[in-house]
């Protein structure tokens, strides 16, 4: 018999900066009920198990109340890896072992000290038949995603230290976020072609797919972070915030804001045009997470470099709030940050 599904999760996004949570119910069906969240933001990024531990610690105690045990992980990690690879059919685990030992010719990484998973990854084109191979000998597209074993480690000790056996899965946070893509949006998840900007503290990532089919993921050592500090060390008068200047239109802030944001813009056209150069569907809009997705006035320059509506999504469109008043206020300016918990803990109840 297959595990039996958990009614309620707690989505946990375990990043450098910050930890947000998420309790997600099933009730019943299609019914998803989102009854409680909390971000908290950590001064330093735990080390130790034990530092973990009290990280967790505060932020489920700041997130109250929760009717679930079981907690899905997300990591956001710069020592992770995420690959896309071309295998013939092989079983998973066979796949998994054989990229263990053989990294280097396949990811070109050596992943022996690496916890990997891999995942059959469907194919928005159907059955390829133009080589005339029979179908089950077509090479077929994978996900490979793993952490450094001892992050994964880390993360169990510091669990089994305050909740013994709590710990439902691990998972990277561009798989979640793809994943809270599909649970909010599922006709556009289904139908059309879509881009993803995370825009975390410290690093962004850009994940393309279409109809299903995650077809690129690409990691930015750019965040939030960097666009302050540029901000900070160009600003003409540091009696005002980096941000506070660019909210109220300053000229010099805004011009700084652009110049800062070059890298990331040149990922996401780069990225846009590899998709449309190979497909025949086009990216019409970049939805857009994190911290990032908070500065409107970053949304409007990555539109405007961009040429094409640069906009926040909602993880929770297809859910029903029953959030304690406290959080109901602060919903609304939080939410942009939400969607790697929010995939996480969505999978976990889903499948």
């Known amino acids: 018999m297959g595990k039996k599904l958990p009614n309620a999760v707690i989505g946990v996004d375990l990043g450098r900066h910050s930890i947000k949570t998420v309790a997600l119910q ?18 330093t990024a735990p080390q130790t198990a034990e530092q973990l531990t009290a990280e967790i610690k505060i932020a489920l105690k700041e997130m ?22 071309e295998q013939p059919v092989t079983p998973r685990e066979i796949l998994r072992d054989a990229i263990r030992l053989n990294g280097l010719s396949l990811l070109n990484q050596d992943v022996k000290e690496f916890v990997l998973d891999c995942e059959t990854i469907p194919s928005s084109a159907g059955p390829v038949a133009s080589s005339g191979a029979p179908q089950h000998t077509a090479p077929v597209k994978y996900l490979v995603a793993g952490v450094p074993r001892s992050r994964v480690q880390l993360i169990d000790q ?14 990277l946070a561009p798989v979640c976020t793809f994943n809270a893509f599909e649970f909010s949006n599922p006709d556009a998840f289904a139908n059309e072609a879509f881009l993803l900007v995370d825009i975390g503290h410290h690093n962004s990532t850009v994940t393309v797919g279409v109809k299903k089919e995650i077809v690129i993921v690409r990691a930015i050592d750019y965040g939030v972070s960097n666009l302050r500090e540029f901000l900070t060390a160009n600003a003409t008068s540091k009696q005002t915030d980096a941000f506070t200047a660019l909210a109220a239109g300053d000229v010099t802030a805004v011009e700084n804001a652009r110049l800062s944001l070059t890298a990331l813009t040149r990922e996401i056209a780069s990225s846009i045009g590899f998709f449309e150069g190979r497909r025949e569907e086009n990216i019409t809009r970049v939805h857009v997470s994190g911290g990032g997705a908070r500065l409107k006035p970053l949304l409007d320059i990555l539109s405007e470099e961009l040429h ?31 969607n790697v918990a929010c995939g ?5 109840l889903r499948k």
């Open 308 to 338: 094409i509506p640069c906009e926040p999504w909602n993880p929770f469109s297809t859910c029903e709030l029953a959030l304690p008043a406290g959080r109901k206020e602060t919903l609304a300016d939080d939410i942009v940050s939400l």
């Open 64 to 85: 109250g109340g929760a009717n679930a045990r079981q907690c899905a992980i997300a990591v956001s990690s710069s020592d992770s890896l995420i690959r896309i690879i």
């Open 158 to 171: 510091a669990f089994q230290a305050f909740r013994r056996g709590s710990v439902h899965n691990i998972q």
């Open 26 to 43: 099933r009730k019943g069906g299609n019914r998803f009920v989102v009854s409680n969240y909390a971000v908290h933001v950590m001064e």
């Open 344 to 348: 996480a803990a969505a999978e976990a």
